[in-house]
């Protein structure tokens, strides 16, 4: 199944054994990945969650909060259009 939500977007996540504290991984493909999006486009922002087997209400609050993050009007495009790190962060902690 794939974690590809439509709108050139990726929420891939998981559970891993062993992993002590959540890891949280933003990154950005300019040309575009083929993972079989429901709406058949490119991913070009993805957003991996891993946490902890025993942290699953952490998960479900972090992939609601990063869903509700990147429906944002125009987020998507301004995040890939960002010069650097910076201005992404920036971006990332806009209210």
Do not use: W, Y
């Not at 959540?22 to 969650?49: H, M, T, W, Y």
């Not at 972090?62 to 650097?84: D, E, H, M, P, Y």
């Amino acid at each position: 199944m794939t974690t590809a939500m439509g709108g050139g977007f990726g929420l891939p996540h998981a559970t891993i054994p062993k992993l002590t504290k959540p890891c949280f991984l933003l990154a950005r493909s300019l040309q575009g990945i083929d993972c079989e999006a429901v709406d058949g486009k490119l991913v070009n922002l993805f957003f991996l969650i891993l946490t902890p087997p025993d942290q699953t209400q952490l998960h479900l609050q972090t992939l609601a909060t990063v869903a509700k993050f990147f429906n944002r009007r125009g987020i998507k495009s301004k995040l890939l259009q960002a010069a650097g790190i910076p201005e992404i962060l920036a971006l990332l902690q806009t209210p």
